[in-house]
């Protein structure tokens, strides 16, 4: 429309203008909150001063985020990969189809250095899969096998289950599960904490004689949703299948199970793995003017679960790092170092992609200033997690720099932060942070087949872009080191 360009440039003068520092008079500021006791208040980490100048950006960031909010490009962008490709599991031609189509995209954006660097992936193939009761007039339950998981006979396994919501119930009836199913009816209650009997509850049961397993979807809240996910293999345990299953149906079979009338169920699953696959990391930069092997890296996993559409975990995020450089290129601004975007391959199921990377840029990996992940959805950005092992003076700058951030509220910093793809680079001594957002319903549909493109909010994609295109480009483009000192 012929007004979008003056709607853009409003805005852009607006947020300039928000975020041109106010001196608040007396009644403006606040008197200072009560402090709790100091006893049971951990003594907080004193931050050098730090050495950014911020208001050399705030013009730029007000720029970066007017045009952020008025552009269309990634909502555009993130609706072809869910509508027209969809699942992206590694090994799948779908996967491949988005690695062609978004090096296509970012050679017509003009970005630098575009290309897809080869990684081999594991190739698990899911099959067709069915949960029933093992009775004439048989109930079906929705499942999803686990990703890794062995397949059934072709007949399945037909077993009485006995449920359990801890593992200390699992060991205390020890020997009595062998022959059964072994059902987990943890429930949630934060993802680290759950998601161990996803990751190994297959070969704790199998430890004691179980023929299958079958998890409580990893969620605080269902309709009948079950959650898929990666599980891992003791090599001293038989494999045995594993899948997952809803609330509502471990609440049923917990029910029965507590009545003394445990459900007896045929488990069928088709799940194997096919011989490696060739896969990429695809890359693309917006090449630094002064320091252009210096390295601001942002990016997220392109593979997704074979469920859904990936929307959120993690396709948004990858369209959104692509956007951030590419709006950036469009505005004209471009940096002193270079901001480069990686769309991992292989998170859920492998993570071959951050070892690749890692691999492929051993030689320049200490030139890596930072590298921030976003791989918590597209939700209304609040922030950054940092590493707690990030040098204090880092941590002050880029507190410092967050408060361009403050207008849209996304100007927190996180006492840890890190992700799974950029791990072994972190690993390697380079700084880890990433994108923090209010995840709260990013649970209730994580790894099913609701994670799809309506799930996601248009203003919340355009904030994430925002985000961190002005948290990237700050850094980039700063006149001295991140960590303070000279260059």
């Given at each position: 429309m012929r007004f979008l360009p003056l709607f853009a440039l409003v805005s852009s003068l607006a947020y300039a203008a928000a975020l041109i520092p106010q001196n608040p008079t007396p009644t403006q500021q606040q008197a200072p909150l009560a402090q709790p006791p100091a006893s049971p208040t951990p003594t907080p980490i004193v931050l050098p001063s730090p050495t950014v100048k911020i208001d050399a950006y705030r013009a730029s960031a007000g720029r970066i985020i007017g045009a952020a909010l008025t552009k269309n490009r990634a909502w555009?962008?993130?609706?072809?990969?869910?509508?027209?490709?969809?699942?992206?599991?590694?090994?799948?031609?779908?996967?491949?189809r988005a690695i062609g189509w978004a090096v296509v995209k970012m050679k017509e954006d003009g970005l630098d250095n575009v290309r897809a660097e080869k990684v081999m992936v594991p190739h698990w193939f899911r099959g067709e899969e069915s949960l029933q009761t093992a009775t004439s007039?048989?109930?079906?339950?929705?499942v999803l096998g686990l990703g890794n998981s062995v397949g059934t006979p072709s007949a399945g396994i037909v077993a009485?289950?006995?449920?359990?919501?801890?593992?200390?119930?699992?060991?205390?009836?020890?020997?009595?599960?062998?022959?059964?199913?072994?059902?987990?009816?943890?429930?949630?209650?934060?993802?680290?904490?759950?998601?161990?009997?996803?990751?190994?509850?297959?070969?704790?049961?199998?430890?004691?004689?179980?023929v299958a397993a079958l998890v409580r979807s990893i969620t605080p809240t269902s309709l009948q949703t079950p959650h898929t996910g990666a599980m891992n293999y003791d090599p001293q345990q038989p494999k045995i299948p594993v899948a997952a299953i809803t609330i509502e149906t471990a609440e049923l079979l917990q029910r029965r199970y507590d009545s003394d009338d445990p459900i007896s169920l045929r488990l069928k699953m088709q799940a194997q793995f096919l011989p490696d696959a060739e896969s990429a990391n695809v890359i693309a930069e917006l090449k630094g003017t002064d320091r252009p092997d210096e390295i601001v890296l942002i990016g997220g996993h392109f593979d997704s679960w074979d469920v859904g559409q990936g929307a959120h975990d993690d396709g948004g995020s990858c369209i959104a790092a692509w956007e951030a450089i590419r709006l950036l290129k469009e505005l004209?601004?471009?940096?002193?170092?270079?901001?480069?975007?990686?769309?991992?391959?292989?998170?859920?199921?492998?993570?071959?992609?951050?070892?690749?990377y890692r691999d492929a840029h051993r030689a320049e990996i200490a030139k890596h200033i930072i590298a921030i992940e976003s791989d918590s959805g597209i939700y209304r950005p609040e922030g950054f997690g940092l590493a707690a092992t990030a040098p204090l003076m880092v941590r002050s700058n880029i507190q410092e720099i967050a408060k361009l951030l403050a207008g849209i509220g996304a100007d927190r910093i996180g006492a840890n932060g890190g992700g799974a793809d950029i791990g072994p680079i972190v690993r390697e001594g380079v700084v880890g942070a990433n994108l923090d957002v209010d995840g709260?319903?990013?649970?209730?549909?994580?790894?099913?087949?609701?994670?799809t493109l309506d799930k996601i909010d248009r203003r919340d994609l355009s904030l994430v872009v925002a985000t961190m295109a002005v948290m990237a480009y700050t850094i980039a483009d700063l006149p001295g080191p991140l960590a303070g000192g000279a260059n």
């Open positions: 555009e962008r993130l609706e072809y990969l869910t509508d027209h490709i969809g699942h992206r599991l590694s090994g799948s031609r779908n996967l491949e007039d048989a109930i079906s339950f929705p009485e289950t006995v449920v359990v919501r801890s593992f200390a119930e699992l060991d205390a009836l020890g020997e009595k599960v062998r022959g059964k199913i072994v059902v987990y009816n943890a429930p949630f209650t934060n993802y680290g904490a759950t998601v161990q009997y996803r990751l190994s509850g297959a070969s704790r049961a199998a430890r004691y004689g179980a004209g601004l471009r940096p002193r170092r270079t901001i480069r975007v990686v769309l991992f391959t292989n998170e859920e199921n492998g993570l071959r992609g951050g070892n690749g709260t319903h990013y649970f209730d549909i994580h790894h099913t087949q609701a994670d």
